[in-house]
Nanobody, 115 residues
Framework: QVQLAESGGGLVQPGGSLRLSCEAS????????LGWYRQAPGKQRERVAV???????NYAYAAKDRFTISRNNANKTVYLQMNSLRPEDTDVYYC?????????WGQGTQVTVSS
């Protein structure tokens, strides 16, 4: 079993920054793609950014040039640096990890951008 523990969410003013972290633990042979997704109440979960095992990154249009995803394989951690935050970035952010044959989700961390 694999657990994902997110941290780093909170309240920030427009234009501010937050750094989300997600640490994987449990029986892990190899972490493949890692990603961050977001979900608002009543809406579908949507991709924010994904980073492959080869460190190839892919961003949603709204995240490009403002967010940066990175990973530390030794610590089994994925990060999301979010800059120039906007009120419309307010959501619950979820970490996702893909291992061979399985996919796991974190419990989510709330990000609120408001003055």
């Amino acid at each position: 079993q694999v657990q994902l523990a997110e941290s780093g969410g909170g309240l920030v003013q427009p234009g501010g920054s937050l750094r989300l972290s997600c640490e994987a633990s449990g029986t892990i042979v190899r972490l493949n793609a890692l990603g961050w997704y977001r979900q608002a109440p009543g809406k579908q979960r949507e991709r924010v950014a994904v980073i492959s095992s080869m460190v190839t990154t892919n961003y949603a249009y709204a995240a490009k040039d403002r967010f940066t995803i990175s990973r530390n394989n030794a610590n089994k951690t994925v990060y999301l640096q979010m800059n120039s935050l906007r009120p419309e970035d307010t959501d619950v952010y979820y970490c996702n990890a893909r291992l061979t044959g399985n996919e796991y989700w974190g419990q989510g961390t709330q990000v609120t951008v408001s003055s």
